[in-house]
């Protein structure tokens, strides 16, 4: 057992291996309060929590113009599984709705089926559709 294992107030999160200090603070937390805290940092910590929600995160680092494939990327390079994106709550909403056109639909000529989806959603389709016009050429498989 490691030493913060030891000092862990809850067995739950003794259990699952989860920090004392997320048990008490959600990342975003560390995010604000600690300058020096890299991306990479934070999305070790997203990794680690339950329920990981990381869109308020990836705005505070990344902005609207910084390429979602180069966030998949570095996801990659930490060791994360091919599905983290997905698993990380609110990381296709960060790049649906707050980025610039220019920079969400290469990421989304990567996820077609995601773009397809969100074409069946009334909320969503306006949106969708300005992706879609974004696009250098009209991909006739992405529309359902």
Known sequence: MTSWMRWCPS?????????????????????QHAPSLTLAHALRLHAVEKRAWCWR???HYAGSRTDPRAIEDLMARLGFAADAAERLGG???????PLILEVSWPWYAEHLELLRKSLTDTETAPRALEIIEA??????????
């Open 11 to 31: 067995p739950m999160a003794r259990a699952i291996g989860l920090p004392v200090l997320l048990n008490l603070f959600n990342t975003f937390w560390f995010v």
């Open 135 to 144: 696009f250098p050429e009209f991909l006739p498989n992405c529309c359902p």
């Open 91 to 97: 990381f296709h909403g960060y790049i649906f709705t």
């Open 57 to 59: 995160t990836l705005e």
